[in-house]
């Protein structure tokens, strides 16, 4: 049973790449400067890059700035797409 998709933008908490499933923690702020966390596992189908290139779990570490979409499932969240966006020098 699929459910809604949701976008956010925050640091990274924590990264679980060693046991199965991976997670993936994300914190940020809210309106209202009430602070949410989204953990989610990761899937065969979830996307991961760095800047326009195909990245890989362990290229993120705490604190980066990242946007995550994810989505509700009966049994959690499941990452869809982890991206951080590398500004290039031109």
Sequence with gaps: MAGNSAKILGKVEAIDSTDLPQ???VKTNEA???????GCRLDQNTIIKRGRKKGKLE????GER???TYERVEDGLVCQTI???IKSLK
């Design 83 to 85: 991206e951080k966006k």
């Design 32 to 38: 209202k400067g009430k602070e949410l966390i989204v």
């Design 23 to 25: 997670t993936f923690v």
């Design 59 to 62: 290229d993120f570490k705490s």
């Design 66 to 68: 990242v946007s995550l």
